[in-house]
């Protein structure tokens, strides 16, 4: 650390003590308020503020046009790619351990050099720096990020997913852990347009370098790596997941931590069932005979979100209990919208989104200068083509009911997107509404984290069953799988009274179902409360990996059809596909749990692996993780 700055009343590295010595101008932000102004400050007459940089041999290039909105301040990037995180951004610049890719190896030249030039970049320009806790103040680590000012709204969006601390609030006592440095040019002139993050772990400080404005990649998910780094030292995890508190018609409160990879319903889980004009719920449409099915649920349960993607599992937030709880390890959340086409499919999100306390951040959103920013206007990637992946940042504050504090968990689901499968075209898609997992195959499906079907978050051309990798949290993450994966069995162990469940989306067999089955999987789990299943109300799934199935699901004495829980008993899939489907996964279980074959894997992990190579029945994963 480099003595007190005279703009600091703390001590900094003494990279960002030559920053600020060398540099034009800086701002130290010290509110949200201070980055909405900064993020378009430099508009012209028309509103808009263009995020543009001097590229050698390039000459002049927009990377995002940002306005003003009555709500929002909204940015949009020029180029589809950017609308997206590239799953392949991460790479490591230090010498630790790791299973990630390192610079040195994919670009054939140390990191430091490169490094160096981005510190000489950064001098040249005007910056903006501003403190903040990853995590939280008590469970996280302090931490600063030096932007270039003109890209303030890529600060804004970090201040908001993260926090910002006052800089008067701030004492001798704070010592940064963690630096983000910003350098968005260097995505043209280093690394052929593609988005890049580069993780710097060093014994005192854990650099984090973002070469690209889409806050996906760093300001979010690398923030995640940092903490994923932190914890792997320390022996916690941070998991991937939402976490609600349901509240039931009958005033019982039951709390769902739901997880999965991009994509797999977390946010949704926060969310109140869509519904029809009329009001009932559309269960599903069947894609083969135009056949659709409602539900009629007069009441839903009231939602206290908790968190809606990171969740803080430190190690002095547990109790006694053999159940996991948990913190939100986010300031704001990072809210896709891309299933909310038109007015009136989601009213609550809508009412807030339109009028909230405080200005909001949108991406990818079409948007005016002084107009009113509506979340289900998407830009065009192309002609016809939206993009699929809006989002606007909610702070925390600004949601309705929400839970501060931490929670304790009574159900942890994890959510998969799967594919139409029909006797034509048989695919993974054979999960029924919910499937009930033992604990051994809960981590199971933790380790292989399917990405699943037209994922909208990420840039995949892959087109098949992919793997999101280890918690689902493992695109994040610097260090070495096989760590996480014990660190994931170690929580599993010790929070066996939780209850484990999957629950698809997008489709049942046949039958499209958006987020309907989530929504009403979750309506009926609460309604249970917080018992398990007694043994004869559950039946082993035909293929092992999805556990066992509910003999019924009733919900305010409407039973959801059979086939919606069995998919092989659909006459339009039938045993054959969904055999044929269950061969699929278990090629995908298999592919994927080879990389956890490692000598360092805990004896019951590779048990529970040996299990699952041998084809083990639900009783057998039930033998040897027992709750």
Known sequence: MSPFHPALPFSVPIEVQQLLDACPRYTVATDTESLVELATRDADESGWHEVAYDIPGQGRIVDARVCRTRNAVSANYTDPYMRRRDPDCLLIGDDLPTDKKRFADLHHQNFDDVRQETFDWLKSQELCLFAFYAGDENHGLPALVVAPANAGFFGLGLAQLQGITPIDKLSADFHPKAVIYVAPTFRYTHFEGKQLVVHNRGEEIHELFSYNLYPGPSAKKGVYGVLIHLGEQEGWVTAHCSTVQVVTPYDNIVTIMHEGASGGGKSEMLEHAHREQDGRLLLGHNLVTNEKTHLELPRSCDLRPVTDDMALCHPELQTDEKKLTVIDAENAWFVRVNHIDQYGTAPQLEHLTIHPPEPLLTLNIDAFPGATTLIWEHVMDAPNEPCPNPRVVIPRKCIPNVVDGPVTVDI????????????????????????????????????????????????????????????????????????????????????????????????????????????????????????????????????????????????????????????????????????????????????????????????????????????????????????
């Open 412 to 627: 942890r689901s994890f959510g998969v997107r799967t594919p139409p499968c029909t006797a034509e075209n048989p695919t993974y898609g054979i999960m029924g509404m919910m499937q009930v997992l033992p604990p051994a195959l809960a981590w199971l499906w933790r380790l292989v984290a399917p990405r699943g079907h037209g994922n909208p978050s990420i840039v995949d051309t892959s087109g098949g069953l992919a793997s999101e990798g280890v918690g689902s949290y493992w695109p994040f993450a610097t260090g070495r799988r096989v760590d996480q994966a014990n660190l994931l069995l170690e929580q599993i162990q010790r929070t066996t009274d939780n209850m484990f469940a999957l629950i698809p989306n997008q489709h049942i067999g046949c039958w499209k179902t958006g987020f309907m089955s989530q929504w009403v999987s979750r309506e009926y789990l609460v309604r249970r409360g917080m018992a398990h299943f007694r043994p004869e109300q559950l039946a082993p799934a035909r293929c092992s990996l999805l556990g066992e199935v509910p003999n019924q699901m009733v919900v305010e004495g409407m039973q959801i059809p059979p086939h919606f829980l069995r998919v092989e008993e659909q006459p339009e899939v039938g045993a054959a596909a969904y055999d044929e489907g269950a061969e699929q996964l278990y090629k995908f279980f298999h592919e994927e749990l080879t990389h956890f074959l490692v000598t360092d894997l805990s004896p019951l992990g590779s048990n529970i692996i040996e299990c699952c190579m041998d084809r083990g029945s639900v009783g057998d994963y039930a033998k040897l993780l027992r709750p």
